[in-house]
């Protein structure tokens, strides 16, 4: 049997009653299903409930399972299903929370550290990525799978799976970092790889089966009720998928706000379904074009090229505020925005910025203009010249970004315009660029540098400690009081809520 695959075995079980079959599913299967509701529910008598609760619906809907079903991602949805049902009933029979990460032995390697602060978080990050990133992470991680055998079970090339991993592990590294997690893509990868995946406990698999092959007759009540309030979430859930495009379907035909109505309904562009945006800004043909954002399974986002830009499923503020050129505390809004979230494109040749600005004043009547205001802010500058700890950056082998790794706080490959942009978010201030470091001789993007500043001082806010790490290194904040430019996003006189727009 061990030659078999999941579905033929599946296939053997359901149509012959054979329980060697299913147990060989459950051998096969077991650690990475328990491993997902350990993360979910936090111990490990929780985890063994949702497991056996798991491959009890297996049992029960394995003759219906469609012969190109992908068993990994069956088995992750359905323990996700299982485990948040298991969570919801345990917190009203014990009105307490789940406990806040599992237990575990870590070293203190900079992949066990890491993976310290991402377990709590892990499925969490997991249940905002679209299903199909979900199971390919499931095959190449949970189940360690190659890229060759994941390409394989997924009918896809070997080239195109990698980009896929690479792309679904980018948007875990977006969402830890929302939560203060920073980390590299080298060592997320390895946190995961090397703990997502623990052992059951030896008797369970005997147990699962024993119970499974009978549907679950030989289940304890508490088991029966978690299997029946999993389904009613699984059925529940392929509910508000249909309901959600019937909703979409009327507001496209009519029934939206006026600011919907204004960004008419159109059949989706192909920039608009890209998976990779800096690839289709490039090759997507120059326009500038503002349209609704269409209907998709996961986040949207942005990417800029020069003045070139994309985002999809983006604010309007987001939009006006990349076609002005500004940071994130030099804006006030004097209009109400349009509130749908929106798609756009500006990857003219030249002028990209302008011609964005010029759409939006077109079609929606917002102009955007600077004033100067006096205000209190920083002035990020170098220190000493001679005393600067960079080290020259290899173009193509160091990464480039910033995360924290171990006890350091790790700065590659950036602008010093992007590190002026990050103290500004944390000293929550504008913060100036001086440095002087913007010149094509010496750009602070081919450099990198450590700073002695880690996690724990970001979820503390030690600021303190933050100025003194950046002394260390040869920067200095300087705190003034200085004229700086405000973008003031308002409507042109005259026009209407949203200015004479002409539908897309």
């Keep these: 049997m061990p030659d078999l695959n999941d579905m033929d075995l599946l296939r053997e079980y359901a149509d012959r009653d054979s329980d060697p079959a299913f147990a060989e599913v459950v051998q096969r299967h077991i650690n990475f299903v328990y491993s997902v509701a350990l993360r979910y529910v936090g111990n490990s008598q929780d985890a063994q409930d949702v ?4 491959f009890i619906i297996l049992a029960q809907k394995a003759a219906g399972l469609r012969e190109k079903t992908i068993l990994a991602g069956w088995l992750y949805e359905t323990t996700r299903f299982t485990a948040a049902r298991f969570m919801r009933s345990k917190a009203r029979r014990q009105s307490r929370e789940q406990e806040a990460h599992m237990q575990s032995s870590l070293s203190d390697s900079d992949t066990d550290d890491a993976w310290e602060r991402l377990a709590p978080l892990l499925e969490e990050a997991m249940s905002e990525l679209g299903e199909r990133d979900r199971t390919l992470l499931a095959l190449h991680f949970f189940q360690r799978k190659s890229a060759e055998e994941t390409a394989a079970i997924l009918g896809i090339q070997k080239w195109a799976a990698r980009k896929r991993v690479a792309r679904a592990v980018e948007k875990l590294r977006t969402f830890f970092a929302r939560r203060d997690v920073s980390v590299s893509a080298v060592v997320l990868m390895g946190a995961v790889t090397t703990h997502s995946v623990q052992a059951a406990p ?12 009978t549907k679950g007759t030989a289940a304890s009540a508490t088991t029966l009720t978690l299997i029946k309030g999993t389904l009613k979430m699984i059925a529940w859930a392929k509910v508000k998928t249909a309901v959600a495009v019937g909703l979409t379907i009327l507001l496209v035909t009519g029934t939206a706000t006026v ?19 800096f690839e289709a800004l490039r090759k997507t043909p120059p326009q500038v074009t503002i349209l609704r954002a269409k209907v998709r399974e996961t986040p949207g986002g942005s990417v800029s090229e020069d003045d070139k830009t994309l985002g999809l499923g983006m604010s309007f503020e987001s939009m006006v505020e990349f076609a002005y050129g500004k940071n994130e505390y030099n804006t006030i809004i004097s209009t109400k925005l349009p509130p749908d979230k929106i798609d756009f494109i500006a990857n003219l040749e030249h002028g990209s910025r302008e011609a964005l600005q010029a759409q939006i004043k077109k079609q929606f009547g917002i102009i955007g203009r600077f004033e100067a205001t006096p205000k209190d802010v920083d002035v990020l500058r170098v220190k000493d010249p001679k005393a600067l700890k960079l080290t020259p950056r290899h173009p193509t082998i160091d990464q480039a970004g910033m995360w924290f790794e171990g006890k350091r706080f790790r700065w590659s490959g950036q602008p010093s315009s992007q590190l002026a942009s990050w103290l500004g978010r944390y000293f929550k201030k504008p913060v100036i660029d001086m440095t002087d470091m913007t010149t094509a001789a010496r750009k602070l993007e081919e450099y990198k540098f450590d700073l002695n500043w880690d996690d724990n001082d970001l979820r503390e806010h030690n600021s303190d400690k933050l100025k003194k790490a950046l002394e260390e290194v040869g920067f200095e904040l300087i705190s003034t009081n200085q004229s700086i ?13 949203y200015g004479q727009q002409r539908d897309q």
């Design 485 to 497: 430019k405000i973008l003031v996003v308002e409507k042109l006189a005259g026009k209407g809520p």
């Design 51 to 54: 497991t056996q609760a798991v």
């Design 259 to 277: 600011a919907a109505k204004k960004l008419k309904w159109h059949q989706p562009h192909a920039w608009q379904n890209a998976d990779d945006l």
């Design 202 to 213: 030896a008797a369970l698999a005997a147990s699962i089966s024993a119970v499974a092959i």
